[in-house]
């Protein structure tokens, strides 16, 4: 089940409805237990939502994974020559965290590449998935902050790596000028266990 998250903003990013509604009670309904893999919809296409809100460019994040898009989900990100580029911050517990210090646009680009192309080359009918639970999100005028629980589901043919990775994000948001597109300025990870959370995954797929 995901978590809806619509285009309802002005281009200024304030919000005119509630944006991010909080889903605590989906995760007492079992959102995020150990889940079987299932069936491909067939729908291969992201419905991709011009950037003009932060809760578009969450959406268009969630459809980028679900289709393994390249150009849409390195779209969602703050590009080199933004005022803020894309950082990437490690879960604090990974082992293997020194590997992702200054971990930019560039190796962003070549961990989703490289996972996509694992995909392109394996059996068809892989499913991955992005759900979002516990949204919280504020907004600092061409900035906003967004906070999220997630469970990624990637069904990859990689041994002794998991297919759910499960922690929290938190999300800087920023505008590209002033009236120009959101994207991602800097992401953290903090995993829920043992498993690294999505930092592992970008661990394992950076070369």
Known sequence: MLIPIGNQEGRGGLPRLSLFLPALLLLGCGLFESRDAEEPSGDTSAEWLPP????????N????????????????????????????????????RTLLEGWGIAEETGYWYNLVEQFETAESGAAH?????AVDSTYYGDS?????????????????????????IRLLLTRNGELGDWAVSR?????????????????????
């Not at 003009?52 to 959406?59: D, F, K, N, T, Y």
């Not at 393994?68 to 082992?95: C, K």
């Open 144 to 168: 906003a902050a967004f906070h999220a629980d997630y469970l990624l589901l990637m069904d990859h043919q990689r041994d002794g790596l998991p297919t759910q990775f499960e922690g929290s």
């Open 52 to 59: 003009i809100s932060p809760s578009a460019v969450i959406h």
């Open 187 to 207: 992401w953290e990870d903090f995993a829920a266990d043992s498993t690294g959370g999505w930092s592992r995954l970008r661990v394992e797929f950076a070369w």
């Open 129 to 133: 998935e992005l759900l979002l639970a």
């Open 61 to 96: 994040i969630q459809e980028a994974v679900r289709v393994l898009d390249r150009t849409n989900y390195l779209g969602a990100l703050a590009q080199e020559d933004w005022e803020h580029p894309f950082l990437f911050v490690a879960d604090p517990q990974l082992v293997d």
